[in-house]
Structures are given as C-alpha cells and as structure tokens.
C-alpha cells in the first residue's frame, strides 16, 4: 500500500515537474519567427528578466526607460470606399515609447531603423541606460526585440514578459499611447 502511494506521489511529481516544463521552453539560437503567442522561455541571455514588482520599482523610480514593441494593426487594404478606420488604442505602461512592429523575428531594414532611432531617443543615444523591453504575457514579440536591441549594444536591457497583462493583473494603471512616428510618416511592413 504504501509502494503504491509512493508511485503515485511519484508519478504526480513527474507529471507536475514536466508539465511545468512545458510550459517554459528554452530559449531559441536565434529569433523567434512564427506563433508569436506561445509560452516565452525564462530566461534570455544578456538580459535581465524581470517580474512586476522590479519593473514597478524601475518604473516609479524612473531609473529605465520602457519599450513597448506591442505590433500596430494595420489599415485592412481591401477596406471599401468611405470606410472609416480607426486604430485600435494601445494601453501601455505610462511613459512608455511604443516603437510596433519591431518585435517580429526578421525585420525589414527600414522597421529595424525605426527601432535603432527609437531606442537613441529613448535613452539620448546612452547604450548603458537601462533599457525594459516589453509587450504583453506569452508574447515572443518582447523577446525578439529585446534580443535584438542587445546585438545593438545595449549593456543594460531587461525584459519583462509578463507586459501589460502583468502590469493590469498587479492594479497598476495602463495608458493610452500612440507609436513613434517613422521617418516620413510611413508605416513600413514589419517583414
């Protein structure tokens, strides 16, 4: 009786532990470039990973600048004559710069320029501030670009995974914003 309680205790560990398991994967060689909403690894190497209790202290003390790469929707083409269309709002955490579309795992030359002058803005051209990359939970998008902004030599990048759903799950307020501008006002294709 008492062995097989034990292989059931056992059993239930197993499952618990690979379950669990499961749900983090490890981290890619390289970028991320399909299935955008899946479980994220734990871990990216370079970076810091932060939980929202880290990411509220950076954020009230100021001592980060936030990166939202949450992508935009765009403007359906096929839209008929006098359609009007309107862009789905953004809440994102207040003070944030929301640079859409640089999350994804292949960037065209001009998205990823768009993320290079968005971060030189961001931190006045400083690649030591401490940069907090973000987007919403289970989205690889935050990942991506925290991953990349590191092969630009930032020194200082953290990235907090869990984004806006665990800044909402924690009562902490959420903004509306709008996306950087893009040189020339284009809104390039992300890929």
């Known amino acids: 009786m008492k062995e097989a309680l034990a292989g059931l205790i056992l059993a239930a560990l197993t499952f618990i532990v690979s379950t669990s398991a499961q749900e983090k994967p490890p981290e890619p060689d390289g970028y991320r470039m399909e299935d955008y909403r899946a479980p994220v690894p734990a871990t990216l190497a370079g970076a810091r ?37 309107r862009d789905q709002p953004r809440l ?35 690649k030591t501030a401490l940069v907090v990359v973000y987007c919403l939970a289970d989205c690889w998008m935050s990942w991506n670009a925290a991953k990349r902004i590191l092969t630009f030599g930032y020194s200082n990048v953290a990235w ?13 307020a959420l903004t509306e914003s709008q996306p950087e501008p893009r040189a020339g006002g284009a809104t390039p294709s992300p890929h």
Not at 97 to 111: C, E, H, Q, R
Not at 160 to 172: F, I, K, N, S, V
């Open 92 to 126: 994102n955490i207040p003070g944030s710069v929301w640079l859409p579309d640089t999350g994804y795992g292949k960037l065209a030359a001009v998205t990823e320029d768009y993320l290079q002058r968005g971060l030189v803005r961001a931190t006045a051209g400083n």
């Open 160 to 172: 907090y995974p869990e984004g806006t759903d665990g800044w909402e799950r924690a009562g902490l």
């Open 49 to 85: 990973v932060l939980a929202t209790a880290e990411a509220e202290a950076i954020w009230r003390t100021k001592a980060g600048v936030f990166i939202d790469v949450m992508p935009r929707a765009p403007k359906p083409p096929n839209l008929p004559e006098g359609t009007v269309w």
